[in-house]
């Protein structure tokens, strides 16, 4: 079972930003979060990931609260093809632990 | 690009056919997967390849089976298939087991009549 909560959809307006929740309060000392999206009719797509302190790259920027329990995705300036399933992840990064997706969020970003 | 390609994109097949669905990468990863999506239900990891050799099968049933000749191509094998298998069947590599980015293929969606 996944180990995370998401909201099940979302709307952003074009141009804004999008800000995707994702709790995790199970979550333990050695998992990472991991986020990736889905676009319709293609494969799952690597955005971020990070252990504990916030991260950011050219596709998004991760926030982890301090203890842990929450992570906030955040697209700065979203465009029509952000419209996709995001999903929120922890896993260990060990050979034996594999990535569990859930149903993730999906967002519509609205012209 | 994601540099995973599969093979072949739509496939229709009855229950007594024989198939085969192909992935293949260039991108130098050691680890191959096989992931099934069904309608409203979440991404299944089905098996798992680590240097050709199978790590994982997430109890699957026998009608699917996998093989994995080299590094850069995974096969899914299938035969008496049932229409609750349709689904789409995704392939992802990665440069080892533990990495947390996996580059996901484009898919093959299945139909089985």
């Known amino acids: 079972d996944a180990k995370t909560t998401q909201p099940t959809s979302m709307d952003c307006a074009e141009g804004r930003a999008a800000n995707l929740p994702c709790n995790h309060s199970?979550?333990?000392?050695?998992?990472?979060v991991y986020w990736y999206r889905q676009i319709h009719s293609q494969g799952p797509q690597y955005i971020i990931h990070?252990?504990?302190n916030n991260e950011t790259n050219e596709m998004a920027s991760l926030i982890i609260t301090e203890d842990r329990k929450s992570s906030t995705l955040i697209l700065p300036h979203a465009t029509l093809r952000d419209t996709a399933v995001y999903y929120c992840?922890?896993?260990?990064?060990?050979?034996?632990?594999?990535?569990?997706f859930g149903k993730g969020t999906r967002l519509h970003i609205l012209p | 690009e994601t540099g995973v390609t599969q093979t072949p994109r739509h496939l229709v097949m009855g229950m007594t056919n024989k198939k085969s669905l192909k992935c293949e990468q260039h991108?130098?990863?050691?680890?191959m997967y096989w992931y099934k999506q069904s309608a409203k239900k979440p991404l299944e990891l089905m098996f798992v390849?680590?240097?050709?050799?199978?790590?994982e099968n997430n109890s699957v049933p026998s009608r699917f089976s996998p093989e994995c000749p080299n590094s850069s191509h995974l096969f899914l094998h299938l035969h008496t298939l049932q229409p609750e298998d349709s689904a789409l069947y995704l392939c992802?590599?990665?440069?080892?087991?533990?990495?947390?980015?996996?580059?996901f293929g484009p898919g093959t969606r299945l139909t089985v009549t």
């Open positions: 992802a590599s990665s440069k080892r087991l533990i990495d947390y980015e996996q580059y």
């Open positions: 990070g252990l504990k």
């Open positions: 199970t979550i333990s000392g050695n998992e990472y």
């Open positions: 991108l130098g990863h050691n680890a």
């Open positions: 390849y680590n240097f050709k050799e199978q790590t």
């Open positions: 992840i922890v896993r260990v990064a060990d050979r034996d632990d594999k990535i569990i």
